[in-house]
């Protein structure tokens, strides 16, 4: 798997060659891993220290594109479908960063909490959707005072 891994960030172009030994380090640490990813914890597994894990953490690594070409690499010409799915979880409180109202089909109503939407491929023949990108809803308040939910997607091809 490593070696599909490293030929997929070969080939994108936003990636120069310390961020993509970096990405290949976190990968491994990761599959390996067992327990909480705080950055003390994958350093005592890898070759990077907390303060390079923060800073790498602060960079941007394109996962659309990523998660596209591992899809595409896996799946070759499969049936695909793109989906896109919100999921909603309860919350209490008034600091919760994106804490809102949201609708939520369980009890059909909205209500206070947070939102994620999820853009994924499904593969029709094997039932199985793969995540491609995922981005929290963010509540937002307009001058007026009425409450709006926004969310922005970037809408992309697979074929």
Known sequence: MEGV??????????????????????????????????????????????????RWYKRKFNFVEFNSKLIRHELGEAELLGVIDASFMKKSGKCTEGLGWFYTSCSDKAEQGLETS???????????????????????????????NTLVLTCMWIR
């Open 5 to 54: 891994v490293e030929s997929i960030l070969r080939s994108m172009s936003s990636i120069n060659r310390p961020q993509m030994l970096f990405v290949l380090s976190l990968f491994g640490v990761l599959s390996i891993f067992c327990g909480k990813a705080t950055f003390r914890n994958l350093s005592r597994y890898s070759n990077y220290c907390e303060k390079s894990y923060s």
């Open 118 to 148: 999820v853009v994924a491929i499904v593969d029709v023949r094997s039932n199985t959707a793969y995540g491609i990108d995922s981005e929290q809803t963010i509540d937002k308040v307009p001058l007026q005072g009425k409450i709006k």
